[in-house]
């Protein structure tokens, strides 16, 4: 069994609400290694059939991101772990701060920071012929200055000990019938080196993980069949998959290890 060398250090990780998510799984494998953890989330509402929850698809992604960090709390209670929960909009610079003084209030450090939380847009407006400037505001806002703020405030109070590990998509570079939601997981990527390049004289290291089509609870049965094809290894990514390399990226094994673009896909989109 691997130490990844977490206990008693403090992660802090956006969008987790979901109990099948990677922010929740990645919270919930944080406090397996001992390590304590603090959860944002923002409730997202988009429309769902009630009676199609009970099974994969978008129907149960929209109800989970549409509700509260419950679940997810239930569980993290059950393990007996030291946890923050924090319901804000990392979009907004005040509330970023304001997630920070809370977490320093409550745990006197943040040592590691996965950026998670992101956006897109649902109603087939993300192509280059349709595409809105609400859509790219409010995809940009969520996906890149959410994410830059959060960073800097680590940055800004940060310790002894620091990694930040960013999520894309394999699908970054070319994401056809997603541009806006593609070209800001991009710009995190080339954000991800650009930042390590800086921080790097304090010891922090940055890395983003690029899962590949992975069962969050919105890939039903017929998606599932029409995508395995496309995945060399011919399974979907689980959850667990993602944080389980968040948590390697986390440790101190991997402290030589920055700038770099880790896909998590099976092979799929290399």
Not at 245 to 268: N, P, Y
Request: aromatic share 6%; net charge negative; hydrophobic share 40%.
């Amino acid at each position: 069994m691997i130490d990844y060398g977490l206990k008693d250090k403090v992660a802090l990780i956006t969008g987790a609400n979901n109990p099948q998510g990677i922010g929740a799984t990645t919270a919930l494998a944080f406090a397996r290694e001992g390590a304590k953890v603090a959860l944002v989330y923002k409730q997202v509402f988009r429309p769902f059939d009630p009676e199609k929850t009970d099974r994969n698809g978008v129907d149960r992604y929209y109800a989970a991101n549409a509700g509260s960090a419950d679940v997810v709390e239930s569980k993290l209670e059950e393990m007996g772990a030291d946890y923050l929960i924090l319901e804000s909009d990392i979009s907004d610079e005040a509330a970023v701060r304001d997630i920070y003084s809370a977490v320093l209030e409550r745990f006197g450090r943040v040592d590691i920071l996965v950026n998670n939380a992101a956006t897109d847009d649902e109603n087939g407006l993300d192509t280059i012929e349709k595409i809105t400037q609400q859509v790219i505001d409010d995809t940009f806002a969520v996906n890149v200055r959410g994410s830059l703020l959060m960073t800097r405030e680590l940055i800004n109070h940060r310790g002894d000990y620091g990694r930040i590990i960013n999520i894309s998509t394999d699908a970054a570079q070319i994401f056809a019938g997603q541009i806006t939601y593609g070209a800001s997981k991009a710009t995190m990527e080339a954000l991800t080196r650009s930042v390590a390049l800086e921080v790097g004289q304090y010891g922090i290291t940055v890395n983003c993980v690029a899962p590949g089509p992975t069962q969050t609870g919105w890939i039903d049965e017929a998606l599932e069949e029409a995508v395995l094809p496309l995945i060399p290894i011919g399974k979907l990514i689980q959850p667990e998959d993602i944080a389980n390399t968040i948590l390697f990226l986390a440790s101190e094994q991997a402290r030589m290890l920055t700038g770099q673009v880790i896909k998590v896909s099976g092979g799929h989109a290399l």
